[in-house]
């Protein structure tokens, strides 16, 4: 089955310290993208990805950081400079057609205590 | 600047009943509007999108959205309202990132829709 996968489902860290969230396509796109997601607010770009070894920060960098070294993997770190990390990180990836829609993994929970 | 807005936090619908979630986009150019459903604790999923000269498109599970130019609307609609609609509705457009050159989604706030027995 083609698909997107995040792992882990749900992740718990103490302050200050780093966390790498993992997110692995096999639907053989290209571009690739990290939302954030907190109650009331919608969903709000972190970072995104059009091809390997290249990425563009989003809306809401600060604090993040991505690499893209092979075409399926975008891992998304939060950094211990995110002022409020706790919320549920979503992983998409697509085709860079306009018309084109996003197909998501089913999210990793992050909380920072 | 280019955008999307749903100006419902909530709808409630009775079963069986028409449903009709708003949307409203801000774009130059020709808007790529698009309607996701997302069911708690999980990732979004692709219900429709609008395909220029359509101004009613269908798209899963029974739903489909009207395109108004003049209004620069794109309402969610569907004729009869099940219990298990029940789920938040997002509205996104894509549009010219600030960091230039590529086409990025931009999504509205979510609607959550309640579907009473």
């Known amino acids: 089955d083609g698909g997107i996968t995040q792992s882990p489902k749900y992740l718990f860290r103490k302050e200050g310290q780093n966390v790498t969230l993992s997110c692995e396509q096999n639907?053989?796109?290209?571009?690739m993208y990290w939302y954030r997601q907190d109650p009331g607010q919608g969903l709000r770009l972190i970072y995104y990805?059009?091809?390997?070894?290249?990425?563009q920060k989003g809306d809401i960098a600060e604090g993040y950081s991505v690499s893209r070294e092979k075409k399926e993997s975008f891992p998304l770190t939060v950094t211990s400079a995110q002022k409020n990390p706790t919320a549920f990180y979503l992983c998409?990836?697509?085709?860079?057609?306009?018309?084109?829609?996003?197909?998501f993994g089913n999210g990793t929970r992050l909380t920072v205590t | 600047a280019q955008s999307v807005a749903q100006p419902e936090d909530q709808v409630n619908v009775a079963e069986g009943n028409p449903l009709t979630v708003k949307c409203t986009y801000s774009?130059?150019?020709?808007?790529?509007l698009f309607w996701y459903v997302q069911y708690p604790n999980r990732g979004l999923q692709f219900l429709l999108k609008?395909?220029?000269?359509?101004?009613l498109v269908k798209g899963s599970y029974g739903f489909e959205a009207e395109f108004n130019k003049s209004q620069t609307s794109f309402h969610l609609k569907k004729p009869s309202a099940l219990v298990s609609d029940s789920a938040l509705y997002f509205c996104?457009?894509?549009?010219?990132?600030?960091?230039?050159?590529?086409?990025?989604?931009?999504f509205g706030r979510g609607t959550s829709l309640i579907v009473h027995p």
């Open positions: 609008y395909i220029t000269g359509d101004n």
């Open positions: 639907l053989n796109h290209d571009a």
């Open positions: 774009v130059s150019g020709n808007p790529y």
């Open positions: 998409a990836s697509g085709m860079a057609e306009k018309n084109s829609p996003l197909h």
């Open positions: 996104a457009v894509r549009t010219e990132h600030a960091s230039g050159g590529s086409y990025i989604p931009t």
């Open positions: 990805s059009q091809i390997v070894n290249d990425f």
